[in-house]
């Protein structure tokens, strides 16, 4: 069978991580737990799954995510899209020839700069689709 292995898979493992850690609670200590456990099982699913250029962005973007957020900063994604690229540079420079890693930050780039317009045409299209609604509820 062909299987293939991307950056939205290692989301759907920090959602379920996510969920399976709740009941550890919110205190300071705590917190610091999952976000270690979060780190551990992340790299552990990044090296289980061979190491393609999309699972090894989205790993490190979420172990970067994860250490912000435990450390009260703002998350900036596009400066953590540019450390990733970099962190992922420095172990290994031939990747920046490497198709899938080119795609996939291509990718993220495109998705960050487009989402807030997307967002924007969907507000206004909720905006007039619940005009329409309610006007058509006046007819009636």
């Known amino acids: 069978t062909i299987s293939a292995v991307s950056g939205l898979h290692v989301g759907y493992i920090l959602t379920a991580i996510t969920w399976l850690l709740i009941p550890l609670g ?25 190491m393609t250029p999309s699972v090894i962005r989205s790993a490190i973007m979420i172990i970067l995510f994860t250490i912000i957020k ?3 900063r703002d998350c900036n994604t596009f ?5 990733c690229a970099f962190i992922t540079l420095i172990f290994d420079p031939l990747s920046s020839v490497d198709l899938g890693f080119i795609l996939s930050y291509i990718s993220v780039v495109s998705i960050i700069f487009i989402f807030p317009y997307f967002k924007l045409l969907l507000c206004l299209l909720n905006s007039i689709c619940l005009w329409l609604m309610t006007h058509s509820c006046l007819l009636l």
């Open 26 to 50: 919110n205190y300071k200590l705590s917190r610091v737990i999952k976000a270690l456990i979060i780190c551990i099982v992340i790299v552990y699913y990044t090296f289980l799954t061979g």
């Open 70 to 72: 435990e450390s009260a």
């Open 79 to 83: 400066n953590n899209l540019i450390i």
